[in-house]
């Protein structure tokens, strides 16, 4: 409701950029490479939603380095075991959206997304309500996934 109210909505900046910065009780940080990082998504589609961002502010994804290229994907699967082990996710969608035409709500910062998938997760009450029911708080689920990453 604070997103949607227009309150503490950062006015200036890049919010990948700011993420990893953010103290321990305001970031959704999961987990930190050497090139990328994986963090909660702030509005997500299903819980344990996370984005996997390169450290570096770069808007496309032939900008990465072969370095980044290869952690981003190391990343991702780690994060759908971690998701796996976590909460029996019976599937994923995974993609990257490049542009804002493509659907990329930050467009400037490449992120890709790590969606967990049960069947039957939808409902009724984003055609009702247009809104969606998570059954955990996002920071909850931070500690969740954090505790289950391996260490690097």
Sequence with gaps: ?????????????CAFCRAPGLPRPDSLVVARGTLVYAVLNLYPYNPGHLLVCPYRHLADYTDLTVEETAELAVFTQTAMRVIRATSSAHGFNIGLNQGSVAGAGIAAHLHQHVVPRWGGDANFMPIVARTKILPQVLTETRDLLSSAWPAS
């Design 1 to 13: 409701m604070t997103y949607i109210a227009g309150q503490e909505r950062p006015s200036t900046g």
